[in-house]
């Protein structure tokens, strides 16, 4: 699991409708975040991201889409963004 720092107590899980949050992390605490979710990406197609307050699981398929985007204008800023499609668990049966 990719654990994020958070202060709240109790936690909800994420499965459906719209959810953000932007947290600011020290260059440790970044580092240990990225390492878990490589860990994590690398071990298997299922991703559980979470803090105190909230996690949200995630089956996802490959292949997965990396944007870098750079802005050297006076205020420089490097974004780089991850983008995992869902993928059923291949275990869930249906009826079409």
Known sequence: MADLPDANDGTRTVTDGYFEREVRLSRESTAAFLRDLADQIESEPRLTISTDEWKIPFEF???IEVEVEFVGETHRQL??????????????????
Request: aromatic share 10%; glycine share 4%.
């Open 61 to 63: 398929d490959e292949p």
């Open 79 to 96: 974004e780089l963004e991850l983008e995992f499609e869902w993928s059923p668990p291949e275990d869930e049966l249906g009826v079409s």
